[in-house]
């Protein structure tokens, strides 16, 4: 649809085709571009499910009408939406009351929220030195802009704390970065955004960097995780049912704070250090993945004997992201590795860097030809033409190492470089998982941004209740 | 004892559109004699549908033409922005008079 959008800006009447369970989408998402007109054309069920024969019998009966039809004929009327204004009080009843009329327009998650009030917002307000009218960007699929008003709005709804607030800016303005592709946050495999924070923070906020890492139960890790998923529905626009056609998605994840005691202990940057940030400065780390595993029982007391298993993890949890590598994208595809810290100290203790263990798992997590061209053709159909690695390599799609023969048995990369397998330090400080995410590619790239402090911060954080 | 239930005024949370509704370009009166173009995200078997759809329109409308997707690039990958934002100038470069774009699914 956002393709169509700008055809139609540039004077060229279009036409959607859109499978049978994406019609609603398509409705939402042209009204959400301002061109509730956009023509859409239906394809019957899921063309990857049908015969030859079944394709062409429902494309030519039900789409090729439709087809002809948006691009020959204007039927629908314009629709003007009245909506509240950006500052307005909605609603005004006791917390039931709020909480079932904020469901009942989908503004919550199905869990009941902090009534954003007046005096809340502005409790929020006073921990950033940005004006509420800040806007940070504007976000598709609903044109929607995202303020520094907004963020205090969710992040009360979220029962999140006022002091919390540089950190959700932040996040908002990693969501806002076109690096990070927000606009397919919507996407059908319904991958959900996992958030690293670093720095200071951790420790002065309370956030838990040890066992139970990514469980809920802690007040900063928990809400904010919680504001992610408010914000990306009540502002970014991926309301359930309407922009978000996750096949079954998943809750928001828990905010992990890295152990960064261990990390300077074994002298390994951050993972916002790895991705640009200041070393030893507040920040937070966002990215998009299609699903993890805990890696049980790590074992051996060298690096080389923690690594083999863990390259094994990396490999395993890898499948159809393969498409990120070489297919629908290139090297895009970023696995995430989090070491539990008595792992981490044990392959440190071997003398081996981070990037040691980067180049480690990059030469040593390998899947055969056959098996990543079965991901990204036999079992998707993801590549036009069902072409191969080796076909891919000739047309200059994928760097020569995927198309060093023909052999369907020759190894290849599962990335294109080392440090495309991020790795980070969590968890449970004595205990031997580890655990390993898969990334989806450029449809949510990691992106990292600097936490900025209001003036006075000391003072502030004083006066807040801990 | 009666439990007295506060009453919260609370905020939209929501963001505010940053547009006014637009209309779209206005449509052909026919297809016969037009340039109609393919854009594609290379999935979901596009391909095939825009030659069923090609086939039968050719049949039903003297002179119409196609334009194959790969002028275009495909609408969805890692350079989507760059691809798409370059479409403008293509279709009046190609003289394009309508497009179908696929798939959604």
Known sequence: MRVSAVVERAGVPTVSLVSQGFVGLAKTSSLGMGMPDLGIAMVPGHPDVQTDEELERNVLSVTLEQVISCLTSLEQGMERIVEPGPREVVFEGSIDEVNRYFYENLWTDGVPIMPPTRGRIEAFLAFTDRAPHEVLGIMLPENRAATIWSIAVNGVMAGCRPEYMPILVSLVEAMVDPKYGVEHSGNTPGSETQIVINGPLIKELGFNYEQGAMRDGFQANTSIGRFWRLFLSNVTGFQRHQNDKATFGGTWRVVMAENEDVLAEIGWPSLCADMGLAAGGNGIFIARYTGGKVILSVYGNTAEECLIYLADGVKNITGWELIFTVGVAAGTYKPLLVLSPIIAKTIAKSGFSKADVQKYLFENTRITARQFDNYIGTYTNTVPGRRTLFDLVKLGKAPKIYGASRDPERLVPIVFRPEDIMVAVGGDPLRTNCYVFSQNGYIGSPTAKPVVLPRDWRAKLKAAEL | ?105
Not at chain 2, 7 to 24: H, I, K, L, M, N
Not at chain 2, 31 to 59: C, H, N, P, Q
Not at chain 2, 79 to 105: F, N, Q, W, Y
């Open chain 2, 1 to 105: 004892m009666s439990e007295i239930e506060a009453t919260y005024s609370v905020y939209w949370p929501r963001g505010q559109r940053a547009f006014d509704v637009e209309p779209v370009a206005p449509k052909v009166n026919s297809l016969s004699g037009k340039v109609v173009a393919f854009l594609w995200d290379y999935l979901f078997r596009g391909d095939e549908i825009f030659a069923i759809l090609k086939k039968e329109m050719e049949t039903r409308f003297p002179g119409v033409t196609f334009v194959g997707p790969d002028e275009f690039g495909c609408t969805h990958g890692a350079d989507e922005r760059e691809i798409v934002a370059a479409i403008p100038g293509k279709l009046k470069t190609l003289r394009v008079d309508a497009a179908i774009s696929g798939m959604g699914c």
